[in-house]
């Protein structure tokens, strides 16, 4: 427990908690990382999955580093350009795009659409049509590789809803270049989220070059190639390993992955970007003594941050408040669900009332799922330049 994060603890004494707390250093050293990584190989272009987090703030140091977003609604395209994104940046993924949504994107001239099936295709044809435009699209194949990691954030297995099948795929390119309004510009593959076994997308490597041996054979040219995200962070020792292993990540494409020459290689990381610069900060409201358990009680509960209670993840908790001896607590929430709890049979320096706690790890997929269940306030986020 002696390994705990550097907080402004003064300052968070004058703000109502729960909020979201950003450390705007880490995240620029971590876009630096990036870039570091990415400027070894002259074809590498990554975009932020904005749903991982669309504070503005965060998007502005974001769109400096000088990344592109990759969006799955018509909010987020909104946010993105909101945030001064330029359109020709900006990808739009996602099973199931509205007709709205399909327009906006068409009226930003975004950069591509990745189309996940072809009654999809046919709409976003047809909608191109009424406007007199050609949009881009590149296909969301299903490369039916397994990830490690929660059942809930595998996207890449044939029974997952998510784009179309490989059989498919051929079909799907040739219809595409029958249709006026539509540009076939490349393939998209997504395998899922907090991967951290580089195995993993070395499997995604091989599958997408047999994929475009299998095109090359019939005389399919793919412009662009986009592998989605998924690069994971560690939740459990967000001190010692601050930021993700973008050099290993980006070898195991740079070393594997075929391409062709004049192909550009997506991706679109969102947890690891901002996931360790954010931490959810609460108080302890009462420490209750149960029949068998010691129960930590405080003032976020999981409609601040769900993902506890939806994916059982491990956010470490720090009591920032107190150095004393430690002791067990349940570290559970205010809500009426049984569900919110944060941390079971944890250990904290001991908490007393109005004791200041971070929940680490929290900047990805933390203050941009909070809801208002039990008619609570969402959270606020800050950044260290606004304390
Ligand atoms: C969620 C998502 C990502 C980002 O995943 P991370 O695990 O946060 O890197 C990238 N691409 C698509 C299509 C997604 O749905």
Known sequence: MNDKGVFPLDKFNDIETPFYYYDTALLRKTLRAINNETGKYDNFLVHYAIKANANPKLLRLINEAGLG????????????????????????????????EINLGLDSDILCFNVESIPELEVINELAERKGKVANVA?????????????????????????????????????????????????????????????????????VNELQDKLESKG????????????????HNPNGAPIPNFKAYFETYANNLKLRKGQILHFELGRSVVGQCGSLITKVLYVKQGAVKKFAIVDAGFTDLIRPALYQAYHKIENISNEDALDTYDVVGPICESSDVFAKDYQLNVCQRGDILALR???????????????????????????
């Not at 969006?71 to 909104?78: D, K, R, W």
């Not at 795929?169 to 907090?194: D, P, Y």
């Not at 399919?220 to 939740?235: Q, S």
């Open 220 to 235: 399919i040219a793919v412009e662009n190639i986009n592998v989605g995200g998924g690069l994971g962070i560690d939740y």
């Open 139 to 207: 296909f969301r194949i299903n490369p039916d590789v397994g990830a490690h990691t929660h059942a809930n954030i595998t996207t890449g297995l044939a029974e997952n809803k998510f784009g179309i099948s490989m059989t498919d795929m051929e079909g799907i390119i040739m219809k595409a270049k029958e249709m006026a309004n539509v540009r076939f510009v490349g393939l998209h593959f997504h395998i899922g989220s907090q991967i951290l076994e580089m195995d993993d997308f070395l499997a995604l490597c091989n599958r």
């Open 69 to 100: 977003v990759d969006c799955v609604s018509g909010g987020e395209i909104q946010a993105a350009l909101n945030a001064g994104f330029s359109a020709d940046k900006i990808v739009f993924a996602g099973v199931g795009k509205s007709d709205k």
């Open 361 to 387: 790890s929290a900047g990805a997929y933390g203050e941009i799922m909070a809801s208002q269940y039990n008619c609570r306030q969402l959270p606020k986020g800050y950044v260290t330049e606004d304390l």
